[in-house]
């Protein structure tokens, strides 16, 4: 249990080999925390910061509708009648879900650049993970197994007693994240369960991902944790990566080692330091950058690829990728590293008018899904940033 002010930055928690319950150790810790003290103040003082935060936002917003970068062309595909929460490619279909129930299959026309070939009627479609030909969508109480080499023929359910929010496959297992905190192990040949991870996480496990320079499973979600798991899946390392929920997660990965980036509804995308930790088990927050408006969605635009600078012929690494916002915007960011570390804003789009949930690379640019009910394809095959 935490400190009821772990959120203001009290690192207190309850000791497991205490006698007393979690309940009475927070109720002795609380009446000397100084944070109790500073509670009125704190409270004053991060309102006062929301205010700010808004301010600012809403300037950056108005800026925006004028900025040249939203003259890029940019196609709108406007079917579904509620927001558009995953989105994902397979060759050349574009594949929407969305909390109308429906997922639609898009294809290219030589008058438009997506039209709808096939809608299917699955529930809310959550999350959408490709391996090869075989898509995996996740929804209120399955996982459904696509095989798109066969015309989008579904080939098998796996079955769940909650809603499910978060899928990663790695060889022949299937992991999937629910919204009571529950991580499922699934085999792909047999389609059968051979694991529960139970209380991976508490509520909605958002991301599940896999380090490919030590293989170990790495997961968040709304309780703004960080976790990582072993081969047998125990969990061997966490960390509080944000104060609110981590909404999204994924690797950078560098010749030199590995970067963690995650967005949080904090405003904040952090990248952590992640490439001692496989002999190590350090985690450290190397950049930050706060966007002040929640982060929704991020997807990694380029790799990361070195580039020489003629004025010194050093060299840096850069990586691209775009962040989708709870207030419509998309950032498009530089992730530039030297001798230091940078996120350097390159474009502010305004392209909805809701929370950006969805993002995906497409072509020299992105496609995205909105709260607002629609999809933006903005290919810019013009103008690359």
Request: aromatic share 8%; glycine share 6%.
């Amino acid at each position: 249990m935490e400190c009821v002010h772990a959120g203001s930055g009290c690192t207190w928690r309850s000791d497991s080999s205490i006698l007393k319950s979690p309940a009475e150790q927070l109720t002795s810790h609380v009446s000397v925390c100084p944070y109790e003290a500073l509670s009125g103040y704190i409270a004053e003082k991060n309102a006062e910061i929301a205010e700010l935060r808004t301010a600012v936002a809403k300037l950056e917003a108005t800026l925006a509708l004028n900025s040249p970068e939203n003259l890029m062309p940019c196609h709108t595909l406007s079917s579904h009648t509620a927001c558009v929460v995953s989105l994902a490619m397979y060759n050349t279909l574009l594949l929407s879900g969305s909390m109308d129930g429906t997922l639609k299959v898009w294809t290219t026309s030589p008058s438009a650049p997506f039209v709808i070939s096939q809608e299917l009627q699955l529930g809310p479609t959550f999350q959408m993970k490709l391996v090869g030909s075989r898509m995996h969508t996740a929804h209120e109480n399955s996982v459904k197994v696509w095989d798109f080499s066969l015309a989008s023929q579904l080939i098998a359910t796996l079955p769940h007693n909650v809603c499910v929010k978060a899928l990663y496959v790695l060889d022949n297992l299937l992991f999937s994240g629910t919204v009571n905190g529950d991580i499922l192990v699934w085999n792909l040949t047999t389609f059968q369960p051979i694991r529960t991870i139970a209380g991976a996480h508490k509520g909605d496990i958002r991301e599940i991902t896999v380090s490919k320079r030590t293989g170990m499973l790495w997961t968040t979600g709304d309780d703004g944790y960080v976790r990582v798991w072993n081969s047998v899946f125990e969990c061997v390392k966490e960390f509080r990566a944000h104060k609110g929920p981590i909404r999204v997660m994924t690797f950078v990965n560098l010749d030199s080692g590995e970067l963690l980036m995650t967005g949080s509804d904090d405003t904040y995308i952090r990248l952590w330091d992640v490439t001692n930790f496989s002999n190590r088990g350090i985690v450290a927050c190397m950049h930050q950058v706060c966007c002040f408006t929640g982060v929704a969605a991020l997807t990694i635009l380029q790799n990361a690829t070195k580039v020489t600078l003629t004025s010194s012929s050093s060299t840096k690494t850069v990586c691209e990728f775009v962040s989708g916002h709870t207030d419509g915007t998309i950032r498009w960011w530089s992730l530039e590293i030297a001798r230091n570390v940078q996120m350097v804003k390159k474009h502010l789009l305004t392209l909805h008018t809701d929370a950006v949930r969805a993002l995906i690379p497409y072509g020299t640019g992105f496609i995205s899904g909105s709260y607002d009910n629609t999809i933006k394809v903005c290919p810019f095959p013009q103008k690359k940033p």
